[in-house]
């Protein structure tokens, strides 16, 4: 996508993103910006609607708006332009990082005070105000000394990091009320997308090899058509191109796809349940559940219809899954006796709302053990495994009243426990009132399911396609254990692992799952990065 | 803390964690994390609240003593004193 066809030279668009593998059709509820605005790489410029959630959506191109494409209010299937955008000036430009392609956190590491009048767009303003942050304070990173998205969310990171202070109080007890707005936690880089957004002209990563088969056949099809027919699950031989010599583009991809989609679902929701949603208070997703106890109110139909569309996507998705993925199932049983003796000390010592649950120790573990396994961190496209750069959690969240959503928590293999509880109780929060960031539900590379809060002593997860495997962990539960001849009653936890058999094999899983029980028996590792410290 | 000061807190506490549930209607002796479906984080909002409500400090070790509405409103009206 990007660069579109039959616009003017150098013109791009902002599409409809992919935010996740199951998303179709989006709405925009929301347009931050308009004709005339300068948005850069990273802002966030629209909030979308999809069938699970609000998103933030973030402009992967710097630019200036030309012309709003699609209003607020109407559904359009993922990839139709919203906006397009102009070229920046040339001086404006390479600060953009719209030079090679660079990465946006080639920022990082530049310091040099604001001068005044350095240039601040509004969308910085904005994320300084719903950060809290005082612009005053911070030190621009950008050419010429401008303040960056990433100064603010290192200054509002800083903010959070003194924890003594009386700072902006966590929004525990707000999680659900409307309306309040909840402090983000710092993402700490302008997100980069894993998943194959299409928006982006210039990969971040190298672009996929195309399957040498398909060469051979002589189908013509670009690296990105290639990436996006693999994740859209169509097959190049049945797709029609319409590129030069017949190559294969990712237009034709989604036409093709459009096809094989059922279309009559995908209408039937958008009717029932985009309509409804867009006159509910966009503020008040809070869903009864069908098993309620005595007490519940009644759900009203619009809820009831998000929930059959979250039922719908969940259900696609995991079918392809099953019908995709060869998993291989592996389950080991930790001793947590010393992780709940070190959280029970640490609990004592934090005020009440940034007390660490165990859910934390073991999120923080299996991100440590994906760093140093890889072969478990990443994406099967294209008959090949593609390992991530950075490991992004997806956290399995179940939605107040039903439903499942799992957006991710990016980058957390080197952020200290603290850091990981907090923006775990954020993205939960946020998850469950319904505003997200489009890269917390693209960019999961590993997802985390526990079910240990239902009562069940083990899961045995469906992997989040085109993810590798899914860590479950059970309840924390009493048992008899052995350990140097003798017999005791310790806290443990079952901790499985569903891995993606042509990714890897069972050894590699074993691995994995061993490093992951490792961290958690022992969460303080003397001379080592553990789970503490 | 009377008994009635400290029901209110409990009230309000839930309804702040879990406000899709008409907590008036709610068995007071039933298992609260189960009933209402309290995970481990909400069930940590929930003892925010109460902390908040009651101006003092809930302690891990006292969440054995909030597992039913009844108990809650008990252990905030005895501050928490056995």
């Known amino acids: 996508m990007g660069t579109g066809a039959g616009s003017g030279v150098g013109t791009t668009s902002f599409t409809m993103p992919v935010l996740g593998a199951d998303m179709e059709s989006g709405t925009v509820t929301e347009w931050l910006v308009g004709p005339g605005d300068t948005v850069h790489k990273g802002d966030v410029v629209a909030v979308i609607d999809t069938a699970k959630a609000d998103i933030d959506a973030e402009c992967l191109h710097s630019g200036v708006v030309e012309e709003i494409l699609v209003p607020t209010?109407?559904?359009?299937?993922?990839?139709?332009?919203?906006?397009?955008?102009?070229?920046?000036?040339?001086?404006?430009?390479?600060?953009?990082?719209?030079?090679?392609?660079?990465?946006?956190?080639?920022?990082?590491?530049?310091?040099?005070?604001?001068?005044?009048?350095?240039?601040?767009?509004?969308?910085?303003?904005?994320?300084?105000?719903e950060l809290g942050v005082d612009l005053a304070q911070v030190t621009g990173t950008g050419r010429g000394g401008a303040i960056t998205r990433a100064d603010v969310q290192r200054a509002a990171g800083a903010e959070v990091s003194r924890r003594r202070e009386p700072a902006p109080p966590e929004p525990v007890q707000q999680e659900r009320v409307p309306q309040v707005p909840?402090?983000?936690?710092?993402?700490?880089?302008?997100?980069?997308?894993?998943?194959?957004?299409?928006?982006?002209?210039?990969?971040?990563?190298?672009?996929?090899?195309?399957?040498?088969?398909?060469?051979?056949?002589?189908?013509?099809i670009s690296p990105y058509a290639a990436r996006l027919a693999a994740e859209l699950g169509v097959a190049p031989a049945t797709?029609?191109?319409?590129?030069?010599?017949?190559?294969?583009?990712?237009?034709?991809?989604?036409?093709?796809?459009?096809?094989?989609?059922?279309?009559?679902?995908?209408?039937?929701?958008?009717?029932?349940?985009?309509?409804?949603?867009?006159?509910?208070?966009?503020?008040?997703?809070?869903?009864?559940?069908?098993?309620?106890?005595?007490?519940?109110?009644?759900?009203?139909?619009?809820?009831?219809?998000?929930?059959?569309?979250?039922?719908?996507?969940?259900?696609?998705?995991?079918?392809r899954s099953k019908r995709e993925i060869p998993h291989y199932y592996l389950s080991t049983t930790i001793d947590l006796a010393e992780a709940l003796g070190w959280l029970r000390g640490r609990n004592l010592e934090l005020p009440v709302e940034e007390r660490i649950v165990p859910a934390a120790v073991l999120l923080k573990a299996t991100a440590l053990a994906a760093d140093r396994v890889p072969e478990m961190n990443g994406f099967w496209r294209n008959d090949r495994f593609e390992p991530a750069p950075e490991v992004n959690l997806g956290v399995a969240v179940s939605v107040r009243g039903g439903g499942l959503i799992t957006p991710a928590l990016l980058d957390v293999a080197g952020v200290p426990l603290e850091t990981l509880m907090a923006r775990l109780r954020d993205l939960v929060g946020r998850a469950r009132s319904g505003r997200l960031r489009g890269a917390e539900l693209a960019a999961g590379t590993l997802t985390v399911t526990n079910l240990g809060d239902l009562g069940?002593?083990?899961?045995?997860?469906?992997?989040?396609?085109?993810?590798?495997?899914?860590?479950?962990?059970?309840?924390?539960?009493?048992?008899?254990?052995?350990?140097?001849?003798?017999?005791?009653?310790?806290?443990?936890?079952?901790?499985?692992?569903?891995?993606?058999?042509?990714?890897?094999?069972?050894?590699?899983?074993?691995?994995?799952?061993?490093?992951?029980?490792?961290?958690?028996?022992?969460?303080?590792?003397?001379?080592?990065?553990?789970?503490?410290? | 803390m009377t008994p009635e000061e400290a029901r209110g807190v409990v009230l309000a506490a839930l309804r702040q964690t879990a406000p899709e549930v008409d907590v008036?209607?709610?068995?007071?002796?039933?298992?609260?994390?189960?009933?209402?479906?309290?995970?481990?984080?909400?069930?940590?909002?929930?003892?925010?609240?109460?902390?908040?409500?009651?101006?003092?400090?809930?302690?891990?070790?006292?969440?054995?003593?909030?597992?039913?509405?009844?108990e809650c409103v008990r252990f905030l009206a005895d501050g928490g004193d056995r």
């Open chain 1, 73 to 129: 209010g109407r559904s359009v299937p993922v990839g139709t332009p919203l906006a397009t955008l102009r070229p920046l000036p040339a001086e404006l430009r390479e600060r953009a990082g719209e030079g090679g392609g660079r990465p946006a956190r080639r920022e990082r590491g530049r310091t040099g005070k604001a001068p005044r009048g350095a240039p601040t767009g509004p969308l910085v303003r904005r994320l300084a105000q």
């Open chain 1, 182 to 220: 909840v402090p983000q936690v710092p993402v700490p880089l302008e997100p980069v997308p894993l998943e194959p957004v299409p928006l982006e002209p210039v990969s971040p990563r190298p672009e996929p090899v195309p399957r040498p088969g398909e060469r051979a056949r002589g189908i013509r």
């Open chain 1, 239 to 319: 797709i029609h191109g319409t590129g030069p010599g017949g190559a294969i583009r990712a237009v034709d991809v989604r036409t093709a796809h459009a096809r094989e989609v059922e279309a009559p679902p995908s209408e039937a929701i958008r009717e029932a349940v985009l309509e409804p949603m867009r006159e509910r208070p966009v503020e008040a997703p809070a869903l009864p559940a069908p098993r309620r106890p005595a007490g519940a109110r009644d759900l009203q139909a619009g809820a009831r219809d998000r929930i059959a569309a979250m039922r719908a996507t969940t259900a696609r998705l995991m079918a």
């Open chain 1, 456 to 533: 069940v002593d083990s899961v045995y997860g469906v992997i989040y396609p085109p993810q590798v495997a899914l860590v479950g962990f059970g309840r924390v539960v009493e048992r008899p254990w052995a350990e140097g001849g003798m017999l005791g009653v310790r806290p443990t936890v079952t901790a499985t692992l569903s891995a993606d058999h042509r990714a890897s094999d069972g050894s590699i899983g074993g691995r994995f799952l061993a490093e992951i029980a490792r961290l958690v028996a022992r969460p303080e590792v003397p001379g080592e990065r553990g789970v503490v410290g």
């Open chain 2, 24 to 70: 008036g209607k709610l068995d007071p002796d039933a298992p609260l994390r189960e009933t209402v479906e309290l995970d481990s984080l909400d069930f940590e909002n929930f003892v925010v609240q109460l902390s908040e409500g009651a101006g003092r400090r809930i302690e891990e070790d006292d969440y054995p003593r909030l597992a039913t509405m009844t």
